[in-house]
């Protein structure tokens, strides 16, 4: 599994470091206002464990999970909503983790739904953004690294389901997906 990777971006040193720093900063930020932290599954599932571990104030937390229609290294337009939350959110802090923005699509979607359902507010806390492949406008609040314009795999992050369990993020040698 590692022979496919072209080069490792973020170690799982790296990833603690800033799930850290950004743990400090929503707890400051969420004092008093008993969020709800969602985890979009499945990518996001061990950036959710890292930075729940370094909220130091009352959270609730949750799980979503939603797909990209198509399954490749490109996502094809809207969402799927595969399981939705468990409890109501009209009126709650929403805080959404995720572990990459890409196009964007996904996260558009994801805000427009919660604002549609009433919340009293939606932030973004994302492991990686991927700036230069934008095509939907969203905001990220919360930034752990910004990255290249290259498909990553591993923390979380798949290619056809495989990878997720790496214990970094890499970038996928192209001849990989490319024989797809
Ligand atoms: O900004 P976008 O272009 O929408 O891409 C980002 C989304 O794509 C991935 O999810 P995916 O739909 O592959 O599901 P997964 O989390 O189960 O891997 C990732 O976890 C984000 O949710
Ligand atoms: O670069 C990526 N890697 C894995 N999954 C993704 N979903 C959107 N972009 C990516």
Redesign the pocket.
């Known amino acids: 599994m590692n022979s496919d990777i072209k080069e490792v971006l973020y170690t799982r040193e790296d990833i603690k470091n800033i799930a850290e720093k950004i743990g400090s900063q929503l707890t400051k930020d969420y004092a008093g206002k008993n969020p709800l932290v969602i985890c979009?599954?499945?990518?996001?599932f061990l950036f959710m464990a890292d930075v729940v571990r370094e909220i130091k104030t009352y959270a609730e937390i949750d799980f979503m999970d939603?797909?990209?229609y198509g399954d490749g290294t490109e996502?094809t337009g809207e969402i799927k909503i595969i399981k939705d939350l468990d409890v109501p959110v009209e009126g709650r802090n929403i805080l959404i983790v995720?572990?990459?923005?890409?196009?964007?699509?996904?996260?558009n979607c994801l805000v427009a739904l919660f604002e549609h359902r009433k919340v009293a507010s939606v932030k973004i806390c994302t492991l990686l953004d991927k700036p230069d492949r934008r095509e939907k406008t969203v905001k990220p609040d919360y930034v752990g690294f910004k990255v290249p314009n290259e498909f990553v795999v591993g923390y979380g992050?798949?290619y056809q389901g495989f990878y997720r369990n790496l214990p970094y993020v890499g970038i996928l040698k192209p001849e990989i997906y490319k024989n797809n």
């Open positions: 979009v599954l499945k990518g996001a939603v797909s990209s996502s995720e572990d990459i923005i890409d196009t964007g699509r996904t996260l992050l798949d």
